[in-house]
């Protein structure tokens, strides 16, 4: 009988941690709230972020790919590597597009306290500020994990927990398998997920070209399904 209430007690257990971690890690949960994972399903409208960077070189050849296309996107920047390149940030607002904060450091969220979560995001804030003259109101949390606290500091400064609802995969697939996993994704009101840099490391560490490689076949994709591109801003419930 005591067995048999310890496998109970047990497989509760399991099912409550198998939740959990799908509350705090799948980009579809909405556990944590208020959070973006999609913009509206009217029209055909999707919208482009990158996350991780500015790198060098990568994030050049992205900018250099929208701007030919001339579609605006949303990138999601480390303020470590804000820091180390001031004029690739400088660049990214200078051409149109949106800046959001995605951390100092690539932190994990998960056990950090509010106090760490509120300094990996003011710090990053103040470095885009000090270089940009502007004050994102989006943050993507590292590998989309969120984390008790985290929604209270982003709705304290003002700003929105961005997640997606569509992404490449493009940390583990090659150019053409990148271009197949965000197409099929691709639904109304749909947020890209895709990375210009490679979280906080030094440049060695970081390959982006099968993100480049395959981004204009999404983009040209995209368009031929009759979709349009639109800037992040535009997915905002209204007030």
């Known amino acids: 009988m005591l067995l048999h209430i310890l496998e109970i007690i047990a497989a509760v257990a399991l099912a409550f941690g198998l939740w959990f971690w799908w509350a705090c890690s799948e980009p579809w949960s909405t556990f944590f709230r208020p959070v973006l994972i999609r913009g509206p399903r009217e029209g055909k409208r999707v919208t482009l972020t990158f996350d991780d960077g500015p790198a060098e070189k990568f994030t050049e050849q ?32 200078a051409e149109g597009h949106e800046v959001g904060n995605h951390s100092y450091s690539h932190f ?6 509010r106090r760490r979560m509120a300094r990996e995001i003011d710090n990053t804030q103040a470095i885009i500020e000090k ?32 997640l997606w609802s569509a992404t490449g995969y493009d940390w583990k697939k090659d150019a053409q398998g ?18 210009d840099g490679r979280e906080a490391r030094p440049p060695a560490e970081i390959d982006r070209s099968g993100t480049v490689a395959a981004l204009p076949a999404i983009i040209a994709g995209a368009r031929e399904r009759g979709y349009t591109f639109a800037p992040l801003r535009d997915f905002l419930p209204a007030a």
């Open 178 to 195: 990148i271009v197949n996993a965000a197409l099929r994704e691709l639904k109304p009101g749909a947020i890209i997920l895709l990375h």
């Open 131 to 162: 270089l940009t003259g502007q004050r994102p109101s989006f943050f993507r949390p590292p590998y989309g994990a969120r984390w008790f606290g985290l929604v209270p500091t982003l709705l304290q400064r003002g700003m929105h927990l961005i």
């Open 62 to 93: 992205i900018l250099g790919i929208l701007r030919e296309h001339r579609v605006p996107a949303t990138f999601f920047v480390c303020g470590k590597n804000a820091e180390q390149h001031p004029e690739l940030l400088r660049r990214i607002v």
């Open 108 to 113: 994990f969220t998960y056990f950090k306290s």
